[in-house]
């Protein structure tokens, strides 16, 4: 193999034990071999950091870089990015898993032209809930759709067609290292920050109606019935992100409907930011609260709430679609269990 990779995986870990093996076994059976995997072992408190060795003393791709403490997602995956040797990159988290042939498709792919972003489609699992499965399995432009310049961004920022999420896509290495921005804050929303400035830059990207990534709903922040004090913390910092944004924006003269679609998108954050709330053990709510008024302000929580709450209740086509979704997940996960347990009970 030459010396410098076709593709850099980058796989940032903390306290993955129970899904890691998982994770790396569907990079080991790519059929594809250019590649390097660089696991960013961010001062896991389990058996992590074994397991990486265990495979990287298996196969020389592997490569693990040791953080002396835990500094968060954000600093791992910016370790992995600077040592990334690799043409294009990719990401990939610890609790998710890279589908068969990902590496060799886009390989071929990226051969049609010169594509900063080849957008690949994801797969969910662990999860029956078709409002999920509609949010990250939707395609919005046919197979093969080649895209430039302030038309990625128009689509992107304006149009809302792709989700903003670093992995399941297949990254030139050059526009990552060259326009990460700085002072990315450690939050849940980091993928949306680096991911806005990477559209904005990219010059050409290859929309593409296929699967590349396996998406664990639940096994990361994401997804949680509950959630502890420390992790409702990182949906709070989010707001770090749209406010630099809107510093973003401005440098670069960008047009005024841009920082109006900045603003709903921020509302929108804050209202999930809510939601996620309920979420804490009630004895923590109450700090919860406390910490959101701190961080986002009275006044900002009380006019996004009543804004975001108006727009809801007063959308028929809200209500209907909410009505559709649980009319589908009764239908197609709960009535047939709900009927085999009965024939059970009957024909016993």
Known sequence: MKNTPFVSILVPVYGAEKYLRRCLNSILNQNFEDMEVILVNDASPDRSLQIMEEYAAKDSRFKIIQHDRNYGRVKARKTGINAACGTYIVFCDADDELLPSFLQKASEYSSSGPFDLIHFGTRVADTPSLRIHGIFERYTFPH????????????????????????????????????????????????????????????????????????????GTYGKRTYTLNQFRQFVNNLETFRELSRFFRDISLSPV?????????????????????????????????????????????????????KITHSIPGRIRKALCVLYDLGKFYVPSLLNHFEWRIFR
């Open 258 to 310: 841009y920082l109006q679609a900045l603003e709903a998108k921020k509302r929108e954050n804050c209202l999930y930011t809510l939601e996620i709330l309920r979420r804490l053990p009630v004895e923590q709510q109450e700090q919860g609260m406390n910490l959101l008024f701190e961080i986002w302000g009275k006044e900002e929580i009380s006019k996004t709430f009543l804004q975001q709450y108006m």
């Open 144 to 219: 093969g759709k080649i895209l430039h310049q302030e038309k990625i961004f128009e689509a992107y920022f304006l149009e809302n067609k792709m989700i903003p999420h670093l992995w399941g896509n297949f990254w030139k290495a050059s526009l990552v290292k060259q326009n990460l921005p700085s002072g990315i804050p450690h939050c849940i929303n980091d993928d949306f920050l680096i991911m806005t400035h990477l559209m904005y830059h990219a010059n050409s990207m290859l929309y593409l109606r296929e699967r590349s990534y396996r998406y664990h709903y639940g096994a």
